[in-house]
């Protein structure tokens, strides 16, 4: 007996307009008037994924403060859910984010570097 197999393979869809910037960051998000502790796991010029088992539902809009280094300054930042995951996370869109945090994450993005980082990579 002889089977046939066509296989194809498909490219990917990832539509993302930025490259994603692997690493750990802690980041604090408020729901109904508190604050929940939560690690971020990678961010890009448009965006960030925060891990979470209860994420919001897709197109809420969420207050974040994001911290890049082991110091105590936080970056503001607003963005909208358009991922969701039960028990995974939440992938968000930066609708409003810190001039000094953009700055970050394009020095990480090797878009242009800070005059001061502030920590060093």
């Not at 002889?2 to 393979?9: L, T």
């Not at 890009?44 to 979470?52: D, E, L, M, N, P």
């Not at 209860?54 to 930042?77: C, H, M, W």
Request: aromatic share 6%.
């Amino acid at each position: 007996m002889k089977i046939e197999v066509e296989v194809k393979i498909v490219p990917s869809q990832d539509t993302r307009r930025n490259p994603r910037i692997e690493l750990i960051n802690e980041v604090t998000y408020e729901v109904n008037h508190s604050e929940i502790r939560a690690a971020a796991t990678d961010l890009s010029q448009g965006g960030i994924f925060v891990q979470t088992m209860d994420p919001l539902s897709v197109g809420e809009v969420v207050n974040l403060l994001i911290r890049f280094t082991s110091d105590q300054k936080s970056y503001q930042a607003v963005g909208v859910v358009r991922h969701s995951l039960k028990w995974v996370g939440m992938g968000l869109e930066f609708t409003r984010l810190h001039p000094d945090a953009r700055k970050l994450i394009d020095y990480l993005a090797g878009v242009r570097a800070p005059a001061n980082p502030g920590y060093s990579v």
